[in-house]
């Protein structure tokens, strides 16, 4: 029977069992093993293809089985700790060196593995995420107002697109200015959309106007045409989903980047309803809270 491995973002293990529901045999720490081949699931850190078991021997049987497959493994620790080390000491060296956004993301094949007892190895030599467990980390800028910046900047890395220089992007909910400070040293002309201030970082840039109101009293036809719409108000759900849906309603917007934020218990009927949004993404990036990032780029 074909199996899939769905590693869960820290903190939300249950979030993914729901989504997986009755397909779910067995959960190791985060790592939850389903029937089936992979499916589209939004709270997933990564994925393993076809995870196979392996019966091994010896700390150096486990790491000649797994470098017959391929070079480049990452360990995702369940149990036996020490003894996953060892294994680890006897492998090619994976790079964890934070990257310099702008620089894409690794492509040379990684796999992951785990111990499941002290003789059985669970290892899958292809994996969603080109990071180690889906652990995106960067070159951090301090001189940005907010570490939201980072997300986008996931984003961006994982899809290999960003807006170009001169393109329009409207940036609601933007204050302190994290998505609007990315979105402006990347060239774009920036409309900055909220009530609260944004940081003078951003405001002194030439390419940003702001708008200080509020983002859901803000009507498509008084903005024109935008090739790229954000937001990462703090707002529950639905109310998102309304106001992306009127956005949608006017084809004013040629592309969408949305942090859906949870407050409270995790609105599972408003996330499948994002989802079911045709040519559109929602995953939870390494830099996620109790949110999803959904994604519309045609």
């Known amino acids: 029977m074909v199996e899939t491995g ?35 699931v939004a709270w997933v850190a990564n994925i393993w293809h076809a995870p196979q078991r392996l019966l091994i021997t010896s700390i150096g049987d486990a790491a000649k089985q797994l470098r017959a497959i391929q070079r480049n493994w990452a360990l995702y620790p369940t149990a036996h700790h020490r003894r996953a080390a060892l294994v680890v000491d006897k492998l090619p060296k994976v790079s964890a060196k934070p990257v310099r956004f702008g620089d894409p993301a690794p492509t040379a094949p990684l796999g992951s593995w785990t111990l499941l007892d002290a003789n059985t190895m669970l290892a899958a030599p292809r994996c ?64 900055a959309v909220d009530k609260a201030a944004l940081a003078p970082s951003v405001t002194r840039q030439s390419n940003v106007t702001v708008l200080q109101q509020s983002a859901f009293a803000l009507e498509p036809q008084s903005v024109g045409p935008v090739d790229w719409l954000f937001s990462d108000v703090i707002c529950y759900p639905s109310r998102l989903y309304a106001l992306i849906d009127k956005w949608m309603k006017a084809g004013a917007v040629r592309r969408f980047v949305c942090t859906v934020k949870f407050q409270g218990a995790t609105d599972f009927d408003t996330a499948r309803r994002f989802a079911q949004i045709p040519g559109t993404r929602l995953l939870h990036l390494h830099h996620n809270k109790h949110e999803l990032t959904w994604l519309k780029l045609s």
């Open 128 to 191: 969603s995420s080109p990071f180690p467990n889906g652990e995106a980390h960067f070159v951090e800028d301090k001189i940005a107002p907010s570490r939201a910046y980072l997300k986008l900047w996931e984003l961006f890395t994982l899809i290999g697109e960003r807006p170009r220089a001169g393109e329009t992007c409207l940036d609601l909910g933007a204050s302190p200015g994290g998505w609007s400070w990315v979105l402006a040293h990347l060239g774009a002309r920036v409309t």
């Open 6 to 40: 769905y590693l869960a973002p820290a903190g939300f293990v249950a979030e993914l069992k729901h989504e997986l529901g009755a397909a779910v045999r067995a959960t190791h720490g985060r790592l939850v093993i389903a029937d089936g081949p992979p499916r589209p």
